[in-house]
């Protein structure tokens, strides 16, 4: 089913947020509101994550592959271009998420494999998603128990409502490349923001006038930073107030943790360019090297 619509640390700290901890998912677990994705995934070897889930997860779990069901096949759109939302929606109605219900993501440790979860059921149209605060290795430092069960949720059914003011596409990047009022924030690590590397694409560099925001910069210890120090690390407070905001990274994963990061830190609305430097670069579109802060 499909229908358009406009959309738009210390996880207990901020309730009523993206986030939930780790004390409050064991709280909830057995209400039959709530559905659990376990979203866990290592680039480096796609087969870890189903491996992680049979070996044990959170009793109730089901389990969203990155590359099965997160994204489409690689090509043209980049390396995880986004999947196809009716494909998607009949995918989590097999395993029982339907629009009724809320639903809780994880990965490994809170990273950028549940917010990819996360940002996609959102941009599917449902607002009761929420991201586990430090992931499935908060939730076993808060006594969780584990289970290899894979459960039978009851078939649901997920209405599509996508949120197409989340996107931002290339043609619209490209256009407005000079535009004050558009903010490119890179994701990516340092030295591939600035072109010193390239481990993934085939070329090196960042799209002209992106400054970069490393997501890895939004995590502590056990988690998600507190509101202020990731407001401080992602420097919010100089992003004008008016401006619109898009995200990006390598293939659309990383960015999603930073727009999940920038949410919590008092930056709500910030888009994702899904298909980001893997499409970018295939494409031959303009590239720009070094750091666009220091040499402003």
Do not use: K
């Amino acid at each position: 089913m499909h229908e358009n619509s406009a959309g738009g640390g210390a996880a207990a700290d901020r309730a009523g947020g993206p986030l939930l901890a780790a004390p409050e998912l064991l709280a909830r677990l057995g209400d039959p509101r709530l559905r659990v994705i376990d979203a866990r995934f290592e680039l480096s070897d796609p087969a870890a994550g189903r491996a992680m889930y049979a070996a044990g997860h959170v009793p109730g779990a089901v389990y969203l592959d990155l590359d099965r069901d997160l994204a489409d096949p690689p090509g043209e759109r980049g390396r995880h271009p986004l999947p196809d939302p009716e494909a998607l929606a009949e995918r989590l109605g097999e395993l029982g998420v339907g629009s009724e219900h809320e639903v809780v993501v994880y990965d490994q440790d809170g990273g950028m494999y549940a917010a990819r979860a996360w940002w996609l059921l959102r941009y599917l149209g449902m607002d009761g998603v929420r991201f586990l605060d430090g992931g499935y290795r908060a939730y076993l430092a808060a006594g969780g128990t584990v289970s290899v069960e894979t459960p039978a949720h009851p078939p649901a059914t997920f209405t599509v409502r996508r949120r197409d003011d989340m996107v931002a596409e290339a043609e619209e990047v490209l256009a407005r490349l000079r535009d004050p009022g558009l903010v490119l924030l890179d994701a990516r690590a340092p030295e591939r923001y600035r072109g010193e590397t390239e481990p993934l694409d085939a070329v090196a560099g960042h799209v002209p006038g992106a400054v970069n925001r490393p997501y890895t910069r939004s995590l502590g210890a056990e988690g998600l930073l507190g509101t202020a120090e990731l407001a401080a690390v992602h420097r919010v407070a100089e992003l004008p107030a008016g401006a619109d905001v898009v995200a990006y990274c390598g293939s659309g994963v990383s960015a999603a943790h930073l727009v999940l990061a920038l949410e919590v830190a008092g930056r709500p609305g910030v888009r994702l360019y899904p298909g980001s430097w893997s499409e970018w670069s295939r494409r031959g579109l303009p590239v720009a090297t070094g750091d666009e802060e220091a040499e402003a």
